[in-house]
C-alpha cells in the first residue's frame, strides 16, 4: 500500500498518467513477493516513505520492475541508497546480476536512463513482433489509443488525488 500510494502520485505528477490499479500489484504481491520470489525495498526519511522499488527473482537474476520517489524528497538521493542496498543485497543473496528494467525513450525518462547509467546498468534495445489479421483496421487502434490518452489525461488535470477512486478508475482503464 505504501508502494502504491507513492507510485499512484509519481504517475499522476511527474507522467500525467494513470497508473494500475491496485490489485495489480497486489497480485504481484501475492503470486511473488509472498513466496520469495521478490522484494519490496523502500528508502524512509523522517518516517515517510520518499522512495521504493519492487522487484522480482527469477533463477540467478534479480529484476527491478517498478519504482517511485518522493519528487520533493530527491534531495536526500533516495534512489541512489536503494539501488546501491539493492547491488548489495544481489551479491549477498547469490544473484549473478541485477536486471534494472525498461526505461521509456521519451524526454520524460532521460532522469531515469542517466540514474541507470551512473549506477552501471547498459542500455539495450527490444524488438517487439506484432501480427495483424488481414483486414484489420489500425487506425481505429490509432484513434482508440488517442482516446484513451486524452481521457487520461483530462482525469490527471482534474486534480484527483484519492488513490482508492484512482485505482478503482485504473480497473476500468486497464
Known amino acids: 500500500e505504501l ?13 500525467n498518467s494513470i497508473p494500475q490499479p491496485f490489485i495489480f500489484f497486489k497480485n504481484i504481491f501475492d503470486v511473488f513477493i509472498s513466496k520469495g520470489l521478490g ?8 518516517k515517510e516513505v520518499i522512495a521504493t ?10 529484476y527491478y520492475k517498478f519504482g517511485a520517489s518522493a519528487l520533493d524528497k530527491l534531495q536526500y538521493r533516495p534512489n541512489n541508497l536503494l ?12 544473484f549473478n ?10 524526454e520524460s525518462y532521460s532522469g531515469l536512463r542517466r540514474f541507470k547509467e551512473s549506477m552501471g546498468g547498459k ?6 513482433f506484432r501480427y495483424d489479421p488481414e ?40
Open 3 to 15: 508502494f502504491y500510494k507513492l507510485y499512484t502520485k509519481l504517475r499522476l505528477t511527474k507522467f
Open 39 to 46: 522484494n519490496i525495498f523502500t528508502a524512509i526519511y523522517k
Open 53 to 62: 522499488v519492487v522487484v522480482l527473482n527469477h533463477k540467478n537474476i534479480m
Open 83 to 94: 539501488f546501491d542496498y539493492l547491488i548489495n543485497y544481489a551479491k549477498e543473496e547469490g
Open 97 to 106: 546480476m541485477l536486471n534494472l528494467g525498461l526505461s521509456g525513450k521519451s
Open 123 to 128: 542500455p539495450k534495445d527490444i524488438t517487439y
Open 135 to 174: 483486414g484489420y483496421d489500425a487506425t481505429k487502434e490509432n484513434e482508440v489509443l488517442q482516446f484513451m490518452q486524452q481521457l487520461t489525461e483530462n482525469i490527471v488535470k482534474t486534480g484527483l488525488d484519492d488513490t482508492e477512486k484512482i485505482s478503482s478508475f485504473s480497473e476500468l482503464l486497464y
